[in-house]
């Protein structure tokens, strides 16, 4: 049964529209994105079909071109489409980052950081370069490394940061295994880092591991 003769009630894109997208499924949410099913199936039912072959949304999202495009209901044109998607949704963020300081709006800031590094397969070491009311000027992935560590080298950051002319930054890496426990590596790097800025009068304000879940901000534990 095609979804136009669903009761309208149970179409994903009236009840996103009278209920929001937050209470659909993920089945329902990807419905909508590939607006049509193929033979035999409804969009839902493909969407419930992709889902199961890679396990899991997130998986379906951050699939390769090839990998992506084998599927079936799929292919290069919606490749692109989503890659286009994801593309605004962090330009979103980035932009709803920039416009209040960093203290105002912290989750602005987790959800920035988690867009950027979390779908990363190795691990990426970057900085958040602030001005003095602590707003963003810029982020930069400085350092890319394997799955278990990244070399993060201090003059370089020390050169970006010079570059920005900024006042304090906030550090963040990835864990691609998902694990946000800081090692003892990462609050020994993390002191380093400090150390290094302080030099030239720039401030460390945190250092946000991200894996799955929340970032976890090293400042709120203590561990800096």
């Not at 990807?30 to 889902?51: E, K, M, Q, Y």
């Not at 810029?138 to 070399?151: C, K, N």
């Not at 010079?162 to 304090?168: D, E, I, S, Y």
């Not at 295994?177 to 609050?187: F, I, K, V, Y």
Request: net charge neutral; aromatic share 6%; with cysteine.
């Amino acid at each position: 049964m095609s979804i136009r003769d669903w009761p309208v009630a149970e179409r994903p894109r009236e009840r996103l529209l009278v209920s929001g997208a937050e209470s659909l499924s993920d089945a329902e949410l990807l419905a909508i994105f590939l607006r049509t099913g193929v033979a035999g199936r409804s969009a839902v039912d493909l969407a419930r079909h992709l889902l199961s072959q890679f396990g899991c949304l997130r998986a379906l999202l951050e699939a390769d071109q090839v990998t992506f495009s084998s599927q079936m209901g799929l292919g290069p044109a919606k490749f692109a489409q989503l890659r286009a998607v994801l593309e605004m949704g962090r330009r979103h963020l980035a932009e709803r980052m920039r416009q209040k300081s960093m203290l105002e709006d912290p989750q602005a800031v987790r959800d920035y950081l988690k867009s950027m590094l979390r779908h990363e397969p190795h691990e990426v070491f970057g900085c958040l370069f602030l001005d003095s009311r602590h707003q963003v000027l810029a982020f930069e992935a400085l350092f890319r490394g394997s799955i278990a560590t990244a070399t993060v080298h201090p003059r370089q950051v020390v050169k970006r940061a010079l570059a920005h002319n900024c006042a304090a930054v906030i550090l963040c890496h990835n864990h691609p295994s998902g694990n946000t426990e800081p090692s003892q590596a990462d609050r020994m790097l993390t002191e380093r880092l400090q150390e290094a800025l302080e030099l030239i009068d720039v401030r460390v304000l945190d250092h946000f591991i991200v894996g799955d879940g929340e970032p976890l901000s090293m400042a709120e534990y203590g561990w800096m």
